[in-house]
């Protein structure tokens, strides 16, 4: 009679059992770059889309990662791009940019492009795409054609602030800009309105937000634009208490700011 | 009675056998007492009074907290890298283990803890830190490399104390040659200083030098005296106006021929190294650090090169009172190096250290938890301070009176984010740097001929060493790609609400822009780029 509880808990446990089963179990694995156990868990889970979408990107991470797990984890994720529009269509479609731009022993940065503009032409609002759309960016300003300019380059990586939905997007692809008009040393205020953009979205993590700050401080400053320069050197030590760069700031601040160092 | 050698042999190794089972059962009764958890801790500081701390620590811990035990395996450096993964990988590893963000996988192996840091730290209660985050009770913020780990966005490790270099001296013996025991406070007093050890060991036919030094104790001070005298040089490479620059941004700046070891900026730093070459052991590159320990320990110098975590095994070693100073780089009003000169320096960037990581595996996590939040307390830290006489990272924790001393200096002028002009790519243009000592401080050595050799070979050490990195950041890209594409289905259509959590796209940016000036150098070399 004791037993009775005990086996009533157990069948009260077996339709949660069976839902684990069917959902694919790969992926907390994963997200440890644990990729022989997720490799392992996939193959367990009942077949379909996803589990054959987790058996691709398992095959990106397994060490040592060979051409032909590459050509493997391709070839599935092909197929599922090809074949629907759901959120593992979407991951694939990624994923195939992301192996031309990244995996493949020569990176083909043209077919990683067309991947991308793809993805954002198909599903444009998609966490998917709008992950995209930095890295299709990244391509944009870091062209491997040394004809074209970096002024061109950055022009068109700026057009793609208009297919950029989410605010983290739109905030990574304005920092994504800014770097590289330093990278390029174009004029720095060129990367002031970026900076500023930013900084407004309210989007940037706690280290990356005081960079941005001191940056906007001192483009301003090189600009001549000490009032504007001084405020946001002033948020910096009101909101950075601990941080080191205090002292330089408050430095400028005692020399007026002044324009140039 | 007699004992035969073989008899002997037998009970020794019985009584071995003995110790070894009742240790066991000890260690196996600890582990298995019902009425309280054990958790351990790894560390790898085998340094005087390090351990001692720990121990005082958790005295203090387990009388707060009766139900938690805490051991504590101190493993040395040489090995400790080795033995952590081993234990990592095989799923044994302890609940806390100091652990570096250079040794990677820290996302596979640690349990971030973003979650906890914006919560106050429960053992402040009732010191000025009660309510403050816990992330803002160290002195940096934990805006060091391991606290926030940049490329995961989290927040990792919880960190003990920071460090600094100094020049340590022998007290009574600068009293009996100067007639006072104030260290010098310029750089023409340090240099007169030498001077006058030097004239009073020729005086009295002693061997005695200005400086106990080492290969290997020189690097960190070289560092910090040559990127104090480059600050012009740094200054106007800080190209994303962010009041610093890492190491490999400099050394593309270096491909992209933006400055070089010959610009005159350079020379200062390159005569100051010289002139404290010229005070030190004669022959130091040759000497280890444990020579020059024994140098000064046995009164052969009157002053060592030294780093902070020296000072508290100095202590125990040496049968003499010990002060420290910070070698005083020249400043603006130094009569011949000031107009070039943009000081104060600062010591080096704010970062706490000795980071203590939260195993991902462990089944104790809320005890390894409140064990991190104990140690990184105001009681916690000043009892490690106290005990160890390291520095502490926590807020409002007072340093003792001996490593005073040893407090670095912030407030000053610092470029290199994460390394320096004499450490710059990798480790071959660091090995370039450190082979070419001999030709600043070998018998025949010169400034000139230093800074001309630096120069003559360090492009293509750098090209090796990023093209080398190249690979390990596609290598970082890919992995994180997997890690973040998991993470976003485990959550489910619902869950995914913001763009796929990978390395931020200005991060691989930077990846792009080191293969932008990489293929370009290649393609002037006329080789094939990676």
Known sequence: MRRAPCLLLLLGTLPLVARAADAPTGWPALMRLKADDALRDFAAATPGRETDFGRAVALLARSPVTPEQVAEARGIFTRLADSGTDDVAQGARYFLGRIAQHHLETADPAEAARQYRQLLAEHGDSLWAQTALTRLALLELYPDDPAVTPAAAVAAGERLLAQARLPAAQSELHLVLADAIFFYRLPAAEALPHLLAAERLGRLDRPTRADVLVQIAEVLALGGDAAQARKFYTTFLAEYPLDQRNFMVREKLAAGVGRGR | MKFSGKLVGLLLLGAGYAVAVGLMVRHVTQETRPDRVTIRVAQWQLEGGVRQAFAAMIRRYEQ?????????????????????????????????????????NVERYFAPISDEVLKPNPYNRGTPLEGVPWRDTFLDAMANSDGFNVRLNQYYAATLTQHSMRLIYNRPMLREITGGDAPPTTYREFVALCARVEAYARERHLTLAPLANSKDTVIGEAMFIFDSASSAVAQRLDHRHVFGALTKEVALDYLRGEWSFRDPEMRIGFELLAELGRHSTPGFLQLSRDSALMDFVRGRTMMIVAPSWEASSLKELCPFELGAFRYPVPLQDDPAYGPRMLGPYADGRLATLMAMYLNRQTRHRAEALDFLHFITSVEGNQ??????????????????????????????????????????????????VRNNFFRLWGPEGRAEAYAEALDAGLRPRILSDLTRNLTVQVQNLTGG??????????????????PLALLPARLEGRTYQMLTVVHAEADKAGKAAP
Do not use: C, K
């Open chain 2, 383 to 432: 009892i490690f301070t106290d005990v160890s006489t390291w520095l502490p990272a926590i807020v409002g924790v007072r340093p003792s009176a001996y490593s005073r001393q040893f407090l670095p200096i912030y407030n000053g002028y610092i470029w290199f984010i994460d390394g320096s002009f004499l450490n710059l790519s990798g480790d071959d243009a660091i090995a370039h």
């Open chain 2, 481 to 498: 790609d997997s890690a973040a594409g998991a993470a976003h289905m485990a959550a489910g259509p619902a869950g995914a609400t913001a």
């Open chain 2, 64 to 104: 707060l907290n009766p139900r938690v035990h805490v051991e504590l395996i101190s493993i040395p450096d040489r090995t400790y890298r080795q033995w952590a993964q081993t234990q990592l990988v095989g799923g044994e590893a302890p609940d806390i283990i100091e652990y570096s963000i250079d040794y990677n």
